[in-house]
């Protein structure tokens, strides 16, 4: 020991004089959370984020309106309005020349110019339209079934009402967002849920046993990743039934696509699963007795979880807008079924871009839509993450 | 590791014969050919076509043969490098594909590596910032790119570069210079116009990476070995790109197989709707005139990139991390 | 004004590698006045016209607009000998043509008679190139003419029956090539060329034997082959694949203006190759010199607002489509019922009625077609105006009438109507949907129809699908355009009227039956169609034209009367970009294939820009 | 540098951790001081916050930890004290302090590593980062440190992967990294848990003489009371994230006045105590094992009921190269080697030897998680014998729910996404026993048996101290009320008392239950507490097995003895003699009689009998008697 490290002086001797109790239980955590369920916790973690609750409140409300568009949209999907082509978006006013009104719209004229084959329209500031409520308007079949005529929102008796324009045929561009939430939210979703499972499940497998398996399903995946989308739908949309409608054949080639697609995420899991099988813990499950199923779905599926999330809500967009692409190659949905992809489908032009910008709005819904099953995501991910 | 990799590229000769019916299949599919739809399109014109020389035609590339006695010649073909006949070209397809591969490297190319070069380092920032403003910020920016479709945003973005820039619409250069030999001033047009068609095809590109980059990251940053490497001293941006960073390219790097043909087919919407001189315009007429060798041919070429592009995966796979044992089955 | 160059080529003449102008031109060029007549101007030379097209294969559009034939239409559809000096025709049947002497290819090698001779015997004749004998168009009742060189600039062609379609044919958008440049084509033809040597080129051109060497080298729908002499305006000088087509002047060109100047006036052209959703957007900006492909009336109020820039001028020209488009039962259908009901004229007309065309043309086409049924135009010397309105008012009262009448019963007021067997009227109608105009219409017709009790369901395919699905009797209704040539002369053949072939969408069987000269399909199995064929052969065999004029006024009544199509709107507009300088676009035109060939009769080659090059 | 000033002086520190509901308190404003140049052993109950205080002190606690106080460090290299908690996180200060002036050993070696980076890499890196010597230097260096650590050869170590060395092997290579910067202070959290007592001494002497030579200060974190008596100079007593007693070496040990401290010192196991006397935890916990895991199975144990025979099990590793795959590979490794033994039912079997001489992949051979190359293993639970290694269906399903394995890592055994109560009750709902309200209830009574609070059901593991993580491995295992249960280190990362609690606890299972343990342990205290029978291991080979008497108090093998020496107790009077026990094994064998060596050939060893039970392997055909001498 060298010289100045021993003459230290020696340390004092100290004694704690609090009260000692070996048997004092620790109080620090709720005890409740000890007994919740892994679920349960989950959910307590997901409620504490703000942004992700809000998401997912958006969302149920978007999918409950989807049952209810006939009565939320002001006019029918087809309702056409020959005099209002192209009619920009007007603008809801409460007040008018100074007093209060209630929620009113100005009626317009409208002008043919004919050297430009344009259609002009002026407001008639003189003229108020006061919107009503709860009114009779368009009648619908509800859900096919129920006749009813009873709309959120409807313009004043003889007056209009497009609050987002109207489109070529003289259609009020917001009703057919509405309707085409019905298609856009729905359909999509099989896909990309069909090639979840699929991509989950065999990729997992892959990933867990190794092997021969492993090796098959690689060739599998090489074979199905190596036929680009694009000749495949084609290949598709050819062999559907003529007789099939439309609503059918693309519910048809979501389906098969999403069997097909499911090459990547498998890819991505098997990767990701090769190099998790090797940790201790899939062994200390392995020597429990724990099957494939378990061992995949609880063990190393959790680990992957960020990703898949970050995957799912990526794949939402391609499902939304999937018949967009679709439609390019004269394939996907057509009108009269409407969809967000329909409409924008529509707003392929540069005519849009330039004269009427207004049909380029199903884009914003999208968007919401998007933000939402992201920051849902998001927050999911974090709920299930123990280091949070 | 060698040995394993001749056992692979042994087995890519099955899967490559795999394909090629698939491909074929495929191709066979939709009802009529060639020759129908061409007549079909030139009567839609009004026009009529030289049915002498379209029978000809039929007769010299076998169409009057069953399709398996076809698919042998065209599989025989491209064995010895004979990659067909294009019925719309009217000339072999070595010769249709030409340029416009090396234009559609270029474009994917800098796609690519724009996208890498702007998503690796966002996704870094969001992962490490989780819920700041930029991480906001930045997805909301990439989402958006997400949820516009490329049509929409290349018709867009060409709309106001002409507007604005005078940029002229779509294509990769200047009209003036195609089909021109490779010059200074050819290499500046195409600078000039390269810039759309990168952004509109990777702006969805970029955010999806980004976030899965994020996503993956998240997972390793409370990893124990982190906190290690932060008790040497590490600066935390190096610890950051050694050890969270590479484990999480798992992902990525399971995902080089598909890179690989990207590279060659591009996206091929919007290059259509760019009109740009990459070889997806020209796949994508090719399926729907159904001209069949040259949709064909591209199609294995594509095919044999992809496999490829697995067994390189596969292997960075095992290299990025050691613990992987690619043959080896599981334990019970 | 500066003064005009009189040969645009002067250099290279003064090079010595073009002979002067005089011994460019034949002996007799053909005069084009541009005298203010028609509106056309004389012009100077100069100057580049891009164009948009939207795949290579567009370059087809350069020999139809160039329209450089023996004989051609004037814009008002008289014949008039072109590439020609002159012609003689005897009773139908004997043509005599007279070359221009000393014209030439546009490689300098004199066009003679030896090049129709070549063409006939080397070509046609050859059990090799061509298996199947001469083209079908020319041969008359199965039989060949007589072909006879008279001399360096005579050639006759004579059939034992009237041939009277001839020399529409020789007019026609993609004429049959009776001349081709011998002295070139020689090198490829295994008669004129040593094996070795033909050996080499097959070797070079990388094709498979002689006879693909001499169809790739010697094809002239779309000029592939930069060295294969033309007669046109314009030769190619660009070998595919390629983004951009450019076409230059042809040196050895046949026509001059009334100064004497050598057209065409452009030097050059230059197609673009780019996606066709895009030439809309590119031509307003300025991109297109002359742009009338890929665009469409939709289009009209942007390219409008874009000539507010200054570069460009639109113009709205009128399709000559009988009907731009138009509902076709499909009589020939498998499923019997539907069949017996499309059958029944009262049906046929009870949809028709109820059609809400003004509607249509007001939603879709701003007001600017003319609501008919599926007939001839206006331009057309054949148009009576009951022909447009034959069963084309609106009158939802009369058709459900009609269909009453019919036996197509009803339930309660706006329900269902019922076919006989008890089935609900729901159709499908097919459609290739390549516009929008399309979709819009149908959906405007679907609720008309719903009116009348049928429901209406749209599938679309694709073209080759829509083809065999209503060949096979698949289909019972389609959406398609009308007749083609809605500006026919008692010239012309009656054909689209009668069935007569078996892309006839209403009767493709009993047009098949017609075209393979009864081999295959069915005879007409309704009086009117048949009448209609027995016409068609009438107008065949008839001699003058007033008899000719009668014949297809005959047709008309009776193709309108049964509503075998059910037209909606017919001269529509079509926007038409020009380049600010360009002269001697028409501001009116008619616009379609046939028989005006695009531009063709417009004569592009008299286009001239002002301010030079 | 003034004499006197303390290195490092902790003020008030406290770490909590927040927690869905609640939080908990780590450290509760604690203060202690490190004198340069001096060892502070730092003692304490498992969870009392120990590692967290050392991560607190680097800087490095998880973001979500909420730390405050003070932590001045007075680097006698450096220009004056800097508080450390105040330094902002990862500015460039604080790194040049991390890694350079004080290096740290974690508690858990085995995850600590960067799986996909060479051990040599991750060493070399801290050299990297503080100095400016060249590739070949470093690489130098790091090859002589972990050469200093006991690795016969670093070259080869050098470029291996951290799942390729057995447990003691990493936590020497973490040893390694931690020294190889030459910190003026090292907080050594736990550094010999996972080392035989052999090497242990080695690391101790190591450790002991960087003190003297660079006057480096060490905060060592220990529960090993001998460990504290042989190497500390203060000891501070830590209980719940407070200080309970605090000085010198001498005045814990022979003059503890805390009741916790006197607590600690009464429950170490000793060598002296009878079979059947119970060890003295600070608290005993009575666990009510009826109607829990079930009862006996076979109440009578008869001599030579064999449960588990291993015949002749042989394992060889080839090593994987990070430099490339067209490298030459380097020699395999003979993991295990031709081992053949018997466990018999209701018996527990020692297993003690050398780090890295095997017993983990033993242990895993013997539960399938390791494929064996030869060999055969035979399970007697059942109504008819299992083969193990080839059992398949209904057997394998019997045979998974009949053997249960603590593991020696306890942090990469459990799932990390699962809680506690999941992972606990996984083997339940495998096997499908009890309902759900069942299950939760056994975890309950587990989770208290281990000594856990039944909050921490609901928390995930990352979240323990690693003795705590190793009780819920523990519980886990007991779960189902195997047959058989491999314990690899079950009590190394557990304080005495919380040891002697989970000691008492398996003992009475064993009895109760008829359980049969197969006992991997480096701590020979614990092995004699609780092994009927003891296996030496050695280079892959079983070199002696006997009861346990026989081998503690008359050893035949070279190296068993030599164990048995380096067993530190805690006694400052009989101090570990580093000189001697702090020798490597490979020198030491140099000194071994020639009839325990194979001289190149394997196959020139057999076991020999030497009565009792007694074997041990030697050369054939040597006679017992030359062994004794
Ligand atoms: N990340 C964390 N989140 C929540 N609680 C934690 C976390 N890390 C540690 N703890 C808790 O803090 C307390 C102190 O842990 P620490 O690891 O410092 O204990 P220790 O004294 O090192 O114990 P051991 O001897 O068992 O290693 C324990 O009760 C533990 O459960
Ligand atoms: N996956 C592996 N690949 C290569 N070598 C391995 C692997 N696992 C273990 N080894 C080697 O096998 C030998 C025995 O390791 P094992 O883990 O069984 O030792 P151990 O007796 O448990 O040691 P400790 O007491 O240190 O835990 C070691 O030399 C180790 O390096
Ligand atoms: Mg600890
Ligand atoms: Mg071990």
């Known amino acids: ?388 | 590791m060698i040995r394993y990799i001749l056992w692979r590229v042994a087995m890519m000769i099955p899967t490559l014969i795999m394909i090629s019916m698939l491909v074929f299949t495929i191709i066979e599919l939709p009802p009529g050919d060639f020759f129908e739809s061409y007549v079909e399109e030139l009567k839609a014109m009004g026009e009529k076509a030289d049915m002498q020389e379209i029978e000809d035609l039929k007769a010299r590339y076998g169409f009057d043969q069953p399709a398996p006695l076809r698919y042998l010649d065209w599989v025989a073909g491209f064995v010895q490098g004979d990659f067909g006949y294009s019925f719309e070209y009217r000339m072999p397809v070595a010769d249709v594909v030409g340029d416009r591969v090396w234009l559609t490297v270029l474009v994917s190319t800098v796609t690519i590596i724009v996208t890498w070069l702007i998503a690796f380092p966002i996704g870094i920032y969001s992962a490490t910032h989780k819920y700041s403003w930029g991480d906001y910020g930045l997805t909301l920016l990439g989402l958006i790119g997400i949820a516009v479709p490329n049509f929409i945003l290349a018709l867009i973005m060409m709309y106001f570069a002409n507007i604005w820039f005078g940029i002229s619409i779509g294509h990769l250069m200047d009209q003036d210079f195609l089909g021109q030999p490779m010059s200074w001033a050819k290499a500046k047009s195409i600078l000039e116009h390269i810039w759309i068609p990168v952004i509109i095809i990777g702006t969805a590109g970029t955010a999806g990476m980004v976030r899965r980059v994020r996503a993956n990251l998240l997972d390793e940053l409370h990893k124990q070995y982190v906190m290690t490497a932060r008790a040497k001293g590490l600066h935390p941006f190096r610890l950051l790109i050694k050890y969270p960073l590479r484990m999480s390219l798992n992902f990525f790097i399971s995902d080089i197989g598909s890179i690989l043909p990207t590279i060659i087919s591009g996206a091929e919407i919007t290059a259509v709707v760019l009109s740009l001189e990459t070889t997806g315009p020209m796949l994508i007429r090719a399926l729907q005139n159904q001209d069949m060798y040259l949709a064909g041919s591209f199609l294995m070429f594509l095919a044999i990139l992809t496999v490829i592009g697995v067994l390189v995966s596969d292997i960075a796979l095992a290299i990025l991390d050691p613990r992987i044992r690619l043959q080896g089955g599981h334990t019970k | ?613 | ?629």
């Open chain 1, 1 to 388: 020991m060298s010289e100045d490290v021993a003459s230290l002086p020696p340390p004092v001797h100290y004694v704690s004089k609090a009260p000692f109790d070996p048997y004092a239980v620790e109080a620090d955590a709720d005890p409740t959370v000890g007994h919740a369920s892994q679920l349960k916790l989950t959910w307590w973690r997901f409620r504490r984020h703000r942004l992700a609750l809000v998401s997912g409140i958006l969302l149920l409300i978007a999918y409950c309106t989807v049952a209810i568009v006939e009565f939320l949209a002001p006019y029918n999907v087809h309702t056409r309005n020959v005099d209002r082509i192209y009619a920009p978006p007007q603008q809801v006013h409460f007040f008018h020349e100074g007093s209060f009104v209630g929620p009113f719209v100005y009626g317009r004229t409208m002008e043919l110019d004919m050297e430009t084959l344009r259609r002009v329209y002026s407001e008639k500031k003189n003229e108020v339209q006061r919107l009503r409520f709860f009114c009779r308007g368009d009648s619908y079949r509800f859900w096919g079934f129920i006749d009813g005529n009873v709309h959120l929102a409807c313009p004043a008796e003889g007056g209009d009402m497009f609050l987002l324009g109207t489109d070529r045929l003289g259609r009020d561009v917001l009703s057919r967002i509405l309707y085409g939430a019905r298609v856009s939210l729905t359909i999509g979703l099989l896909g990309v849920m069909t090639s979840f499972v699929l991509g989950i499940v065999i990729g997992g497998l892959a990933g867990y046993w190794g092997g021969w398996f492993d090796l098959a399903v690689q060739r599998i995946t090489e074979v199905l990743h190596s036929i680009p989308s694009i000749p495949l739908w084609l290949a598709m949309a050819a062999i559907m039934p003529a007789d099939w409608s439309p609503l059918f054949v693309y519910l048809g080639i979501t389906f098969i696509l999403g069997l097909l697609d499911w090459t990547g995420l498998a890819r991505a899991v098997r990767s990701k699963l090769l190099a998790l099988r090797e940790e201790d813990y899939v062994l200390a499950a392995q020597m429990m007795g724990a099957g494939s199923a378990r061992i995949i779905g609880r063990h190393l599926i959790p680990g992957f979880m960020s990703h898949l999330i970050a995957s799912a809500t990526l794949t939402i967009p391609g499902m939304i807008l999937g018949e967009t692409t679709l439609s390019f190659l004269g394939l996907g949905l057509r009108p009269p079924i409407t969809s967000w992809g329909v409409l924008l489908t529509e707003a392929r032009t540069v005519n849009v871009i330039a004269l009427y910008p207004w049909l380029l709005f199903p884009v914003v819904p999208v968007i919401v839509i998007i933000l939402a099953f992201n920051f849902l995501g998001d927050g999911l991910r974090d709920a299930a993450d123990p280091y949070n």
């Open chain 3, 1 to 613: 004004a500066e003064v005009v160059d009189p040969d645009p080529l002067k250099t290279r003449v003064a090079e010595g590698v073009l002979p002067p102008l005089a011994e460019r031109l034949p002996k007799v060029p053909r005069v084009v006045p541009l005298d203010g007549t028609d509106g056309g101007v004389a012009g100077r030379h100069g100057g580049t016209v891009k164009m948009l097209i939207a795949s290579q294969r567009d370059i087809r559009y350069m020999p139809i607009n160039g329209y450089s034939r023996l004989i051609g239409f004037d814009r008002h559809f008289n014949f008039h000998p072109d590439l020609l000096e002159r012609y003689e025709v005897e009773g139908e049947r004997i043509f005599t043509f007279h070359l221009r002497p000393g014209h030439r290819w546009s490689d300098g090698s004199p066009f003679t008679t030896e090049d129709f001779r070549y063409v006939w015997e080397d070509m046609f004749h050859d059990k090799e190139l061509h298996k199947g004998g001469i083209p079908t168009v020319l041969r008359v009742k199965g039989k060949e003419p007589v072909f006879e060189v008279i001399d360096e600039v005579t050639v006759r062609y004579s059939w034992e029956d009237p041939n009277p379609d001839f020399l529409a044919e020789l007019a026609s958008p993609v004429a049959t090539r009776l001349m081709l440049p011998a002295a070139y084509l020689k090198q490829f033809h295994h008669k004129y060329q040593t094996p070795e040597r033909l050996a080499a080129l097959i070797e070079q051109q990388r094709v498979d034997d002689w006879v693909s060497l001499h169809q790739k080298m010697s094809r002239t729908a779309r000029p592939e082959n930069p060295d294969l002499p033309t007669l046109d305006p314009w030769r190619a000088t660009t070998l595919p694949p390629a983004g951009q087509f450019v076409f230059e002047r042809n040196a050895y060109f046949h026509r001059v203006d009334g100064n004497g100047l050598q057209l065409p006036y452009i030097d050059h052209v230059v197609l673009n190759v780019g996606s066709g959703d895009l030439v809309a957007a590119k031509a307003a900006s300025g991109e297109s010199d002359l742009q009338f492909t890929n665009i469409d009336f939709a289009d009209y109020t942007f390219l409008k607002s874009a000539e507010k820039r200054g570069a460009i001028k639109v113009s709205l020209w009128k399709r000559i489509q009988g009907s731009r488009v138009a509902l076709i039962p499909n009589l020939n259908c498998t499923d019997l019922i539907w069949r017996q009901t499309m059958r029944d004229v009262r049906v046929r007309r009870a949809l028709s009625l109820a059609i809400n065309r003004d509607e249509i043309n007001k939603a879709v086409f701003f007001g600017l077609g003319s609501p008919s049924a599926n007939a001839v135009l206006p331009d057309s010397p054949l148009f009576r105006p009951e022909y447009r309105d034959a069963w084309a008012e609106f009158d939802p009262d009369r058709a459900n009438a009609l269909l009453d009448e019919a036996g197509l019963l009803r339930d309660g007021k706006y329900g269902l109507r019922y076919l006989s067997d008890g089935r609900p009227c729901k159709l499908i109608i097919e459609t290739t949907a390549e516009t929008t105009f399309d979709t819009d219409v149908l959906e405007l017709v679907t609720d008309h129809w719903r009116r009348i009790g049928f429901r209406i369901f749209t599938h679309v395919s694709h073209r080759e699908l829509f083809r065999q699905r209503i060949t096979s009797g698949e289909t019972v209704l389609a959406l398609s355009p009308g007749l083609d040539n809605g500006v026919p002369t008692a010239d012309m053949s009656p054909r689209e009227l009668a069935p007569t072939n078996n892309d006839q969408i209403q009767w493709p069987l009993w047009g098949l039956h017609q075209l393979s000269g009864g081999g295959e399909g069915r005879p007409p199995e309704i009086p009117e169609a048949q009448e209609l064929l027995d016409l068609f052969h009438q107008w065949r065999e008839a001699d003058t034209l007033e008899e000719r004029e009668v014949i297809w006024h005959r047709m008309l009544s009776i193709f309108t009367q049964q509503v075998f199509t059910i037209g909606i709107v017919n001269a529509v507009p079509q926007p038409i970009v020009r380049a600010n300088r360009l002269r001697n676009l028409p501001s009116e035109g008619l616009y379609g294939f046939d028989p005006t060939s695009y531009l063709g009769v417009y004569m592009p080659d008299t286009f001239w820009l002002e301010g030079g090059a």
């Open chain 4, 1 to 629: 540098m003034v004499v006197g000033a303390d290195l490092l002086s902790v003020e008030k520190l406290s770490v909590s951790f927040p927690l869905l509901r609640g939080s908990v308190e780590a450290v509760r404003s604690l203060s202690m001081t490190i004198r340069p140049g001096r060892v502070t052993a730092l003692v304490g109950e498992s969870g009392s916050g120990k590692s967290a205080l050392g991560r607190a002190i680097m800087g490095i606690e998880t973001p979500s930890a909420r730390v405050s106080g003070r932590a001045v460090f007075h680097d006698p290299a450096g220009d004056g004290p800097v508080d450390l908690i105040a330094l902002p996180r990862d500015g460039r200060q604080i790194r040049n302090i991390r890694g350079n002036r004080i290096g740290m050993i974690f508690q858990e070696p085995m995850t600590s590593f960067s799986a996909v980076h060479t051990i040599g890499n991750q060493i070399e890196e801290v050299l990297r980062i503080h100095t400016v010597l060249s590739p070949r230097e470093r690489r130098a260096r790091s090859e002589e440190m972990l050469g200093l650590v006991g690795f016969d050869k670093p070259d080869h170590v050098f470029n291996m992967y951290p799942f390729e060395l057995s447990g003691g092997m990493r936590q020497r290579a973490m040893i390694a990294m931690a020294l190889v910067g030459r910190p003026s202070l090292l907080i050594a959290d736990e550094p010999t848990t996972a080392l035989d007592v052999t090497i242990q001494a080695q690391i101790l002497k190591l450790l002991k003489d960087m003190q003297v030579r660079l006057g480096m200060a060490v905060l060592l974190i220990t529960h090993d009371l001998g460990v504290v008596a042989s190497m500390a100079d203060e000891v501070v007593v830590m209980y719940r994230g407070e200080v309970m007693e605090a000085g010198s070496v001498g005045d814990i040990f022979l003059n503890a006045q805390h009741p916790y401290t006197k607590g600690l010192m009464a429950a170490v196991p000793t060598f002296e105590m009878a079979r059947h006397e119970r060890l003295k935890p600070l608290r005993e916990i009575r666990v009510d094992t009826a109607g829990l895991l079930g009862s006996c199975a076979r109440p009578v144990v008869e001599e030579d009921d064999v449960l588990l025979s291993v015949r002749n099990v042989s394992k060889i590793f080839r090593p994987k190269h990070s430099s490339g795959f067209f490298a030459k590979p380097s020699p395999p490794i003979r993991a295990v080697n031709d081992v053949s033994f018997d466990i018999k039912r209701g018996e527990t079997l020692g297993l003690v030897g050398e780090s890295g001489c095997g017993k983990t992949t033993l242990s895993k051979i013997l539960m399938r998680g390791v494929r064996a190359d030869a060999g055969a293993v035979v399970y007697n639970g059942a109504d008819e014998p299992i083969d193990v290694l080839s059992a398949e269906g209904e057997n394998l399903r019997h045979l998974r729910s009949s053997i249960q394995m603590v593991f020696q890592d306890p942090v990469s055994s459990l799932s990390p996404r699962m809680t506690v109560r999941g992972i606990i009750s996984e083997p339940l709902e495998i096997h499908d026993k009890g309902d759900s309200a069942e299950r939760i209830e056994l975890v309950r009574r587990l989770l208290h048996a281990v000594g856990l609070p039944s909050s921490a059901g609901g928390r995930y593991p990352h979240s323990f101290s690693g003795g705590q993580r190793q009780r819920i491995g523990i519980a886990r295992a007991l779960a189902l009320g195997p047959g058989l249960v491999i314990c690899d280190e079950p009590v190394s990362a557990l304080d005495v008392s919380v040891q002697a609690q989970v000691l008492n606890l398996m003992k009475d299972l064993k009895a109760e239950l008829c359980l049969t343990y197969l006992f991997i342990s480096h701590n020979l205290a614990v092995v004699n507490y609780m092994a009927d029978r003891v296996a030496v291991m050695y280079a892959g080979r079983i070199v002696e097995i006997a009861p346990c008497d026989i081998i503690m108090n008359q050893a035949v093998h070279p190296y068993t003895r030599k164990l048995i020496a380096a067993v530190p107790a805690p006694d400052l009077d009989c101090r570990i003699d580093f000189n001697l026990a702090g020798e490597s094994s490979t020198i030491a064998r140099r000194a071994w009689k020639r009839h325990f060596l194979d001289e190149g050939d394997p196959d020139n060893l057999a076991h020999v009998d030497l009565g009792n039970g007694h074997w041990v392997l030697a050369r054939r055909g040597v006679d017992a008697k030359d062994l004794r001498v």
